[in-house]
């Protein structure tokens, strides 16, 4: 957790959320979604939303829109990618707004809790030749690659069959992982959506599913859950200099 700006401003700082942004309009309509549901468990609050790319408010208006407010940045990502290290932090000092960053999504319990239903909901049961390829954006930051791998070991604990991760943008890809699997004796294989929301590499992973793929996490309650815990973990945090 870093922190940025100014002297803090008494009373509860606003809760940014903070997507990635995509050209596909299921993403925005999902991060609105997630955060009318985050208002709903904490009435009172101020729910605010920011971009880091194509998708308005972008992070630098959202944080200008708070004037000199202080705010919590909650990163709607699932690793220590590129993003959460650098542009995140970056928009962060940048601002008038004191700003607390708090931690990625992932990996953490109740995201699993979401892969898990996610995967219900697509119609998967237990199969003893079964499988399940966890399919992420990817990154090239190793600790990224590291959060991923913890998560497709917590999925594969809550499901009984193994998981591996994959990529779209890295490597090992989807067909990687679907043959690996297959390798091993496995031919009744899932994909589970590992994306906050729709959008292009959720799409194109989900199409070389050989049996089902489930949605990307979305607007679960566990999703909301997870958001204020980051959060009430930020604000309770002691404050340290910005990276």
Do not use: Q
Not at 155 to 172: E, F
């Amino acid at each position: 957790m870093t922190v940025s700006g100014p002297t803090p401003h008494p009373g509860p700082p606003a809760l940014v959320l903070v997507a990635h942004g995509s050209r596909d309009p299921r993403a925005l309509t999902t991060v609105r979604a997630l955060a009318d549901r985050v208002r709903a468990l904490r009435p009172g609050l101020s729910v605010r939303l920011g971009h880091i790319e194509l998708n308005e408010p972008l992070l630098p208006d959202a944080l200008a829109a708070l004037g000199g407010a202080p705010a919590v940045l909650v990163p709607l990502l699932l690793g220590r990618g590129h993003h959460v290290k650098r542009d995140i932090p970056r928009a962060a000092a940048a601002a008038r707004a004191v700003t607390r960053l708090a931690a990625p999504l992932g990996p953490h319990p109740l995201l699993v809790d979401v892969l898990h239903d996610r995967l219900l909901e697509a119609g998967w049961r237990p199969r003893p030749a079964g499988g399940v390829v966890l399919a992420a954006a990817g990154s090239r930051d190793p600790d990224a690659a590291a959060d991923t791998g913890r998560t497709a070991g917590l999925l594969a604990a809550r499901l009984g069959v193994p998981v591996l991760a994959a990529y779209a943008s890295a490597a090992p890809t989807v067909p990687d992982a679907i043959n690996a699997l297959r390798a091993r004796g496995r031919h009744r294989i899932a994909l589970a959506s590992y994306f906050t929301a729709p959008g292009r590499f959720a799409t194109e992973c989900a199409a070389h599913a050989p049996w089902l793929a489930a949605a990307p996490l979305g607007a679960h309650r566990a999703m909301a859950d997870l958001v204020l815990h980051r959060y009430d973990r930020s604000c309770a945090a002691p404050l340290t200099a910005a990276a």
